[in-house]
Each structure stands twice: as structure tokens, then as C-alpha cells.
């Protein structure tokens, strides 16, 4: 009877999942149906000289293709849809659409203190069947294999065997269009120049208004610069990175760099102790590996530490997060020689790279993930519940997801470490203040330190000349419009500049540079958009949140042959990884245990008084 009662829930709360969690994943991937015709060929209506793909016709997913006569066709296989332009639904596709809310009220819905949410974090059952169709529909929405990159504007092998390029998820604008972004638009678009001073310059220091911190932000860069890692010296379309979560940045790109950094002794990492803490060793010390300064930036070479990223020296921020994981992973080899006294150094130091890579993985879902999308149900790492199904556990980071991560915004102007207050270049290019005030100090400081707002107009000075690079590389590498990737992750486009930015200073603003909001450049877009309940915009949490989710859930480590406890050296490793969190991080590898429970990505409410 008991059983019965479960299963009759657990059905009544899956079927519920599916049409109040509907686009949570932004929808999955719609199936090719028996009966599709072959594609319709259309002639633009204007006609005119130029490729009739630049007006990108195709809606849905269509894949549209030209021909010498100005012709086109609109390839709607796979989509759920057909007709010309693909703007036909089949039968289920119609049904699934009557049941799919807007994007709109579905993130007021999940941001929203419901007793649904309770229900749902209380019964396990209901837990893994949020997750499971949280992973597979964002999943779904991620192109796996790889069909674009920054060269052709048409799926290739070559996009997905070289991996030296990043993925696209749209391909690029193509070549001789009327505009840069199609038909959109002014025929030249403004001077970068002149964009970030009127629309990205920041004018007064705006704070994030969830109360998110400078412990968040680093979280952030730390976080992403291990697959972020453009080959500028070849274009902003390469990357020296690998596909998804390889800790390299705690451990190193190669391994003449990772041997570097070993101590070659129960596995453990090298370390120097300063003031009686454990801190990553000096440059000098290490034997094999660079940090590859730029020239330019004012460093003291003898007072550089060896890290798994070589930006990571430059801000203490950074510095700081990878001492603590230097920290835990040392803790986590005692605690496997401990358990296995009989494993050689090798064998140590591997599994305690796979044990510290779960537990990235489990708190930036956990944590991270938590609090940047402001969600009342609970995130959860469950990688468990996506085996056994169509789930495919393979990722490529796309060009858009690198420059989407711009968040120059959430840097304050000024940190507060003990009495003392540092500007934002008092916290560039040197670590002392990790050093002079000890690391307790500084992580208690910047957990208080408010992070700036996520959006136009807050971007520091002197972040400025790296956003004017970034959107030179989007304009090289023929971005398509925001509107475009709107439409890409099944939202519905912009038809007016207010409707897109939710006032009407920058909406005017925005006009008089580009003339139709179709021709409203991609970062520029995510920036600008009218502010959401999330920590950032609509639009960044959609089409951010199914990279950012396929990219951990499809790592190894998650995948049927490891995710088992022989994997991490039996169930205290594999405990390791499930107790991980941001509280356990800061608490297992701070020097004082005081207060380091109640330290999160939140300012703490005393503060704000």
C-alpha cells in the first residue's frame, strides 16, 4: 500500500515537474516526426543582391541554405516543426507549446518562496526528479557533437575534431551581408570606443542588489578562467583550454607544469609556509614552470608564487582560492594515506585530483550555481540520475559562454581589510594583502566587500580596455545579434529598445546607436537587458545556464564508469566529494574556525546596517 502511495505521488509530482519546471531547461530538443515533406523553397521578399540567409529566415532551429539564384531553403529536420521558414508546428510540438509558460513568469515562478519548493527539497524522490529533468533538458539545448566554428559559417568535422578552436552555438554572420548582423542595422556599427563610454562606463558605484559579495565574484573568475583560456596570439576563435571542468587551474595546463608544482610525497602538492601558514610555493622554487607575466604589468618577479593559472598571481583574489585548494587537496591526501597506506605517491595524488574535481563540481552547482540564480529550489549534484539516459557525457566551451562571462560589473570600488581600504588597484597585480593580513582576514573581508551590480553603466575604468577588446573579438568573429541567441535558447525577441533594457534612457541610447533592436550586438544585449530576479538577466541565465550546466554534469568524473566510490579511493573520498560545500571548504582550511560557517556568497546582514 505504501509503495503504491509512493508511486502514485512521485507520478503526480513528476507530471507536475514537467509543466512547472517547463522551460527551467529552456526545453528540450524536439524530435523529428513521421510525415516531415522536404524543405520549401522560399525567395526573400524584397529579393535584393546579397545571400538571402542574411536575414536569417529560418525560425526554430532552422538551418537555412542558399543558392546561386537567391533562393533558400529552411532545413526543419529535428526541429518539430516544418513549412516554409519552419514556422509550423506538428501536433506534439503544438501540445508541448500550450504547456510551456513564458520564460518570464517561469523565472518569477522559480525565484519565488513556494511551498511547492519545500515539497520538492523534503522527499528525494522529487530531488532527483528536478535534477534529472533540469540536466537533460539543458542539456538537450547544447549541440553535442560540435557542429560550428569561427571560420565557417556551415557545420564542418573541422569544428568538431580541432579542438584548438572554441565551439559555436550560432554560427557566424555571413560574409558580404548588407549589415554586420544580417540586414539588421546600421551598415557600419559604432565605435567600440564610443559604445562602452555611453553605455558600459561606469558612473557611480551600483551594488548588487542580492546582497551578492567580492567572495562571489573571484568564486566566478576562479571558477571559469580553468576552460577560459583564449589563444589570443591566434584570434579570439582559439582557446590553450580543454573542454569543461579540468581543475587546471588548480593543478596546471601540462603536465611539465602539474609535476612542477608536486611535492612528489603522499601525493601532496608543494607549499611554503608564511607566518606559519600554508601557501602555494614561490616561482623561484619551482623548477619547470612560468607564469607567463605580460611585459607591462608591474610585478615583482622574485615574489611570485607557482599556481595552476598563470593569472591567478596577479589578483589576490584568485591567489586566495587557490590556496585554499592547494590546502584541501593536501588534507584530502592525509586523509587517503590514512585509509590506503599501501598507495604509492601517483596513485594518491590522482585520486585526490578526482576527489577535489567532484568537489568543484558539487559546490559550484551547490553554492555557486544556488545563489547566482536565486532559485527556492534547492540545486543539487546528482549526476547519478542522468545515467542510463540519452545524456551525452562530452562538452565543448562555445565562444558565446567566454564573452557572456564578461562580469567586469561585480568588482567593487573599494575593499575593507582590517582598517585599511584598497582600491581596485591596490588589488591588482600583487598578493600582499593576502600575506600582510593573513588569509582569514581576507576571506572575512571580502565575504563583507559588496559586489557591483550586473549590468550597463558599472563597469570600472579599469576593466574598460579589456571589454573594448572582448567586443572587438565579438565583431571579428561576426557574433550574431542578442535577438538571434534569444530566439536560439526558445525566448521570444525584443521588438522595441524599452521592452529590452525596461526604462528608457538607455533604450534611447541603444536607438540612436544601432536604429532596430534586432541590431542590438550579443554582450551588449545580455548587459543592458531590464533586470531579473537572478543575479543577472533574463536572458544570461537562460542561455548561460545550459553551458553551464551540461559542462559539469558531462565531466568524467559524473559519468556511470567513475562516478562510483572505488573511483576516489572507497566511501571517504566519495563522502568528500558528497559533504562539499562552501562552508566545509573555508571551515576544513582556515587557520581561525571562527565564524567561517556563516561566510557565504551573501554579505552578511550586519554589514548591510
Known sequence: MLRWIKSALGS????????????????????????????????????????PCCAHPCTNKGVCLSYPDRSYICDCTDTGFHGENCTKPYLGTRLKLLL??????????????????????????????????????????????????????????????????????????????????????????????????????????????????ALFQYYAQHFTHQFFRTDYAKGGAFTKGTG?????????????????????KDGMLKYEMVNGEMFPPYLKDVEGVTMEIPPHIPVDKGSLFALGHPFFVLLPGLFMYSTLW??????????????????????????????????????????????????????????????????????????????LYHWHPLVPETIKIGEKDYGFMDMAFSVKPVLEHGLDQFIQALSRARAGKLGARNHPKYTLPTLIKSLNIQRNLRFQSFNNYRKRFDMPPYETFEELTGETEIAQVLRDLYGHVDAVEYYVGLICERPSPSITPLTMVNIGGPWSVKGLVANPVSSPKFWKPSTFGGEVGFDIIKAASLTNLLCNNMVNKTGCEHISFKVPPDTLM
Not at 244 to 264: A, M, P, W
Open 12 to 51: 503526480w509530482f513528476a507530471w507536475g515537474l514537467l509543466a512547472l519546471l517547463a522551460p527551467l531547461a529552456l526545453m528540450g530538443q524536439e524530435g523529428r516526426e513521421a510525415g516531415e515533406g522536404s524543405p520549401t523553397v522560399s525567395r526573400l521578399p524584397n529579393g535584393g543582391d546579397w545571400d
Open 326 to 403: 592547494l590546502r584541501e587537496h593536501n588534507r584530502v591526501c592525509s586523509i587517503l594515506k590514512s585509509e590506503h597506506s599501501d598507495w604509492d605517491d601517483e596513485r594518491l595524488y590522482q585520486t585526490a585530483k578526482l576527489i577535489i574535481t567532484g568537489e568543484v563540481i558539487q559546490i559550484t552547482i551547490e553554492d555557486y550555481v544556488q545563489h547566482l540564480s536565486q532559485y527556492k529550489l534547492r540545486m543539487r549534484y546528482r549526476p547519478e540520475v542522468a545515467h542510463g539516459t540519452r545524456f551525452q557525457f562530452d562538452n565543448r566551451i562555445n565562444v558565446e559562454f567566454v564573452h
Open 244 to 264: 569543461g571542468v579540468d581543475v587546471s587551474n588548480i593543478y596546471g595546463l601540462t603536465e611539465q607544469h602539474r609535476r612542477g608544482i608536486r611535492l612528489f
Open 100 to 213: 510551456r509558460p513564458s520564460p518570464d513568469w517561469l523565472h518569477d515562478f522559480l525565484t519565488s518562496d513556494r511551498f511547492v519548493w519545500r515539497i520538492i527539497d523534503a522527499v528525494p524522490y522529487l530531488t532527483n526528479a528536478a535534477m534529472k529533468y533540469i540536466y537533460m533538458t539543458r542539456g538537450d539545448m547544447v549541440d553535442s557533437p560540435n557542429r560550428y566554428d569561427s571560420d565557417h559559417p556551415y557545420p564542418t568535422l573541422h569544428a568538431y575534431f580541432n579542438e584548438t578552436y572554441y565551439g559555436r552555438t550560432l554560427p557566424p554572420v555571413p560574409h558580404h551581408c548588407p549589415t554586420p548582423l544580417g540586414i539588421a542595422g546600421p551598415k557600419v556599427l559604432p565605435p567600440v570606443e564610443q559604445l562602452v563610454e555611453k553605455v558600459f562606463a561606469r558612473r557611480k558605484f551600483l551594488p548588487e542588489p542580492h546582497d551578492s559579495n
